[in-house]
């Protein structure tokens, strides 16, 4: 891959502020929480390409969104393709200061998006991809997805889901594409300097959120940063950045490359109604996952 030259980037005049009260989100809804700092980031120069989705649902539409930002809102498959685009136009226009960002859950990402997001990384699209994984297809009633993780109760998975969470970031980094990272909710200032750094880059650059969902996940609202912060101190969930051909872990996961200071993972499962079926069978299982994730993540930031 060649390397990549970055640039710090001054925030746009009118960066904040730009996600309005009275949104649709449920309470402890992560969603709100990670645009707040999209909107820090990008401000109105952004245009947001949403399929159906949680968000499609809370922002609304045109006049009355709960964003100041442009919105398209499109058909579940197509956020990539749409994206890629809408962000030839502006090229072909000759505008160079608005950023295409993608905007879709793990159903529109993982799932039923996944062809047009291989396309559009191949193709290495000038986009930024956001996934903000809240593990299910939780705006049509908690269903499983490919990124719902072992042992976790939905509704088409009674007993708990028996296969591990499709890893979007790694599929994607197999592209070469010139920036992955993945981010939480619970580490806003995380996500921000990694979206800064999406911003001052060009291609297809593809951000991967963990977003807790109360209702879906069965917990209390008020503990989403918590669950949040809980998935990576177990070692869980683990918070990288893959750009010139090098992995780096980010800050508050470097501590828990050691094994002995990561939390139990009982901490993260007992927290969630979602794991109230699991097994000791699998809970042995989601253990071997992480090991074995970091594995290789330590192998890739060598």
């Not at 700092?37 to 245009?47: L, N, R, Y």
């Amino acid at each position: 891959m060649s390397k990549i030259e970055t640039r710090k980037l001054p925030l746009p005049h009118d960066a904040r502020d730009k996600l309005l009260p009275g949104d649709a989100a449920c309470p402890g809804c992560p969603i709100p929480i990670a645009l707040k700092v999209v909107s820090a980031v990008f401000g109105e120069k952004a245009i947001l390409v949403i399929p159906a989705c949680c968000t499609s649902v809370i922002l609304g539409t045109y006049p009355g969104q709960a964003i100041k930002t442009s919105v398209i809102h499109v058909p579940f498959a197509s956020a990539a393709a749409v994206a890629s685009g809408v962000s030839q136009a502006l090229r072909t226009r000759g505008i160079k200061d608005v950023h295409v960002i993608a905007w879709a859950g793990d159903g529109g990402t993982a799932d039923i998006g996944v062809a047009s997001v291989s396309g559009a990384a191949e193709r290495n699209e000038d986009i930024i991809y956001i996934m903000y994984d809240n593990e299910a297809y939780m705006n049509t009633g908690i269903q499983r997805s490919s990124s719902t993780p072992r042992g976790a109760w939905t509704t088409t998975t009674p007993t708990g889901k028996i296969e591990n969470k499709k890893d979007m970031a790694r599929i994607l980094i197999a592209h070469g594409v010139p920036y992955v990272a993945t981010a939480s909710v619970g580490y806003p200032h995380d996500l921000y300097g990694k979206l800064q750094r999406a911003r001052s880059m060009s291609g297809f650059r593809f951000i991967h959120i963990h977003a807790p969902c109360p209702p879906g996940w069965r917990f209390d609202p008020q503990y989403t940063v918590r669950v949040a912060k809980l998935a990576v101190e177990t070692g869980l969930w683990v918070l990288y950045e893959y750009y010139d051909g090098k992995l780096t872990v980010s800050g508050p996961s470097r501590p828990y490359m050691d094994p002995a200071k990561r939390k139990p993972i009982e901490e993260y499962l007992k927290i969630q109604g979602r794991f109230r079926v699991i097994t000791d069978e699998l809970i042995n299982e989601i253990k071997k996952y992480v090991n074995e994730n970091w594995y290789w993540i330590t192998k890739m930031s060598r």
